[in-house]
């Protein structure tokens, strides 16, 4: 089942599985205030993308309809949330104790998606020693042993952007294995290590293009 599981998921497209989160955050609404079922158009037409599109990206989940009525909803949140792993907890470190990687170990909103931030490293000495969100933060000497004691194999990257080769190289050295990638530098690395690029400047920068080009369509 578990490998099955693996298959269907290497071989759903990546903007679908951009797409199943919205869903199931809308699903999740929906529950709130109580409905029972939910279609396909009304995913559609409230996260303002295509009916069809909706029914596709569902089709990879393993959930099915009913005809005029829809979804159920309480089943639709629990395999969707099955489906995309974030009932179960992953664990990872911080790379980079600065603003934005404060304020990630700030977010207890990670962990209702799965992903547990159990320690932030840094080249600071006087970080050392201190924690934020009940979060330990460990000069980058430690992450080798620390490594070796829990295993995990997940990294978040929110050091300066000077520094992000260097660092993703050390991490890989390491024994991370998935980088999720804050910087707008375009880290390399190995064949099989995965890399989740999510660079807010990149989406301000497209943010800003846009927002142009609408002032110069109204002018």
């Known amino acids: 089942m578990a490998s099955n599981k693996k298959e269907i998921l290497f071989h759903v497209p990546e903007p679908t599985l951009r797409r199943l989160p919205w869903y199931l955050a809308y699903a999740k609404l929906v529950l709130k205030n109580g409905e029972m079922y939910l279609s396909s158009t009304q995913i559609a037409k409230n996260i303002a993308v295509d009916a069809s599109m909706v029914a596709k990206d569902l089709s990879y989940v393993n959930i099915s309809g009913r005809t005029r009525v829809g979804y159920d909803v309480k089943q639709l949140v629990d395999v969707l949330e099955e489906f995309l792993g974030f009932t179960n907890t992953h664990k990872a470190f911080l790379f980079g104790v600065g603003s934005l990687g404060g304020?990630?170990?700030h977010d207890n909103g990670l962990e209702q998606f799965g992903l547990q931030i159990v320690a932030g490293?840094?080249?600071k000495y006087q970080l050392a020693g201190t924690s934020i969100n009940h979060v330990p933060?460990?000069?980058?000497d430690r992450f080798l042993e620390l490594q070796r004691q829990t295993g995990v194999n997940i990294g978040v990257l929110t050091v300066p952007v000077e520094k992000a080769q260097e660092v993703a190289e050390q991490m890989i050295a390491g024994g991370i294995k998935a980088i999720w990638n804050f910087t707008p530098y375009r880290i390399r690395v190995p064949e099989h290590i995965i890399v989740q690029n999510t660079s807010i400047y990149a989406h301000l920068a497209v943010m800003f293009n846009r927002l142009n080009a609408l002032k110069e369509l109204k002018s």
Do not use: N, S
């Open 103 to 105: 304020a990630l170990m």
């Open 137 to 140: 933060i460990h000069h980058i």
């Open 121 to 123: 490293f840094d080249v």
